[in-house]
Structures are given as C-alpha cells and as structure tokens.
C-alpha cells in the first residue's frame, strides 16, 4: 500500500548550522505533504504543509521542498537551534487533513 | 487552554481488561481523528469522525476496538481485552473541515501500558 519513508533515522547538525529532513512518498495522488514536529511527551505539532501544485514554500526559518518528479520531499531549518531538536515527521492527505497518513520520522539532534 | 485534551495520560492495566480514553477536540472543529503510535514509529491512522459520524476507520482497529462520538463533541476509545500489543501512545487530532489543507492539531496522547 501507499507509504511515506525516510532517508534518514537520525540527523545531528551543530547549533547555528541549517538542517535538511529528507522524505520519499509513494502516493502520486497526495494532495497536500506536510511536516511535523514531535517533542518528547508531546503530540505532533504542525510546522508547515505544501500543497501537490507547488514546489517550494516557505515559513519563518522554515522551507518545504517537494519534487513530485521523484516523489521527494525535504524540510530545511534555517539557523538550527537547541530547541529544534525532536523528532520531525513527515506526512501527506488527500486534502481536508482527512487520513493524514505519516512516515516513521527523523530525530534531529543541535548540538551546541 | 484551548487545545486538544486527552484523558487519561497515562494508563496502566491487566491483560484481559477493558479501558477507555477520552478526547476532547477543539471547540470549532468538527472533525476528529485517533491514531495509535509506538515507539520509534510515526502515528497510525485508526479512525475518523466528521461531526458525529464515523467515515472510516483502519484495518488496525480489530473488533475490540471502539470509538464513539455521541454528540459531534467529544469522543471515546475503548479497548475491550487488552492484549500486549495494544501497549502504545493512543493520540487524539481535530480539524476543521472547512478551508483545511494539512493541519491537525494533536493532544498530547494517552499511553497505554498493558501488562
């Protein structure tokens, strides 16, 4: 059936530096990707969402990337700083946040 | 606060016995969503309420498995016969319907340990 995957389980990037999530999906029907971000204990939290006609959007510190060419899609953090570490989750609906069906994640460690 | 609650936090139980987890969803939203998430992995989508009426629900969610929305409110999951593979973060998530793209807004989960 239809999956979202990472590249990576595990991603460590010194405080200050940018950062780069990357995301295979297989569902060619998306219609919106979106990524979030899990902090321990916590629930998901939305960052951002790019819709299938776009290719490129931006947020404060912030850009999804998505190339439907190769079903892939990246998150970049602008600055990294220690209170972006988490684990962030990439994710894609059909529009209407209807059955939002994620991947297994990323956890981005920022050193200091 | 205004967000999505859940309720128990955290729940410790017997195999063979039965729990149940409440979620109450954003006032205005009228969807609502429960997925089951296991350590390491991203949340797995169980099933689905737009108002009161329950559109889908997953192939994860075996007959032991029930979730209501009496009144479009808030919402129920009931575990009957918990197993050990029922150990897990059960998440609550609501949307609005109207104008929505990809956000859900999450609590902060109920974590099942079934002994």
């Known amino acids: 059936g239809e999956s979202v995957g990472l590249h990576l389980p595990t991603l460590s990037v010194q405080e200050g530096d940018n950062s780069i999530i990357n995301c295979a999906y297989s569902n060619s029907a998306s219609d919106y990707f979106i990524w979030y971000k899990q902090e321990s204990g916590k629930g998901p939290q939305f960052i951002i969402d790019?819709?299938?006609?776009?290719d490129k959007r931006q947020g404060q510190r912030v850009t999804v990337l998505l190339n439907k060419t190769v079903k892939h899609l990246s998150l970049q953090i602008a600055a990294t700083q220690p209170g972006d570490s988490a684990v962030y989750f990439c994710?894609?609906?059909?529009?209407?946040?209807?059955?939002?069906?994620f991947g297994a994640g990323t956890r981005l460690f920022v050193k200091a | 606060d205004t967000g999505v609650s859940q309720d128990p936090r955290h729940k410790i139980t017997k195999r063979g016995q039965n729990v149940t987890f409440r979620c109450d969803p954003i006032?205005?939203?009228?969807?609502l969503y429960w997925y089951r998430q296991t350590l390491g992995q991203g949340p797995e989508f169980l099933t689905y309420?737009?108002?009161?009426?329950?559109?889908?629900k997953s192939r994860l969610l075996s007959d032991r498995f029930s979730a209501e929305r009496p009144k479009g409110s808030f919402s129920t999951l009931e575990i009957q016969r918990t197993e050990q593979g029922d150990s897990a973060m059960y998440l609550c998530?609501?949307?609005?319907?109207?104008?929505?793209?990809?956000?859900?807004?999450f609590g902060e989960g109920s974590r099942l340990t079934v002994l």
């Open positions: 998530a609501s949307s609005l319907a109207r104008g929505n793209t990809g956000e859900l807004f």
């Open positions: 006032s205005e939203h009228n969807r």
């Open positions: 994710a894609e609906n059909m529009g209407g946040g209807f059955k939002t069906i």
């Open positions: 790019i819709r299938s006609n776009m």
């Open positions: 309420f737009q108002n009161e009426a329950q559109l889908e």
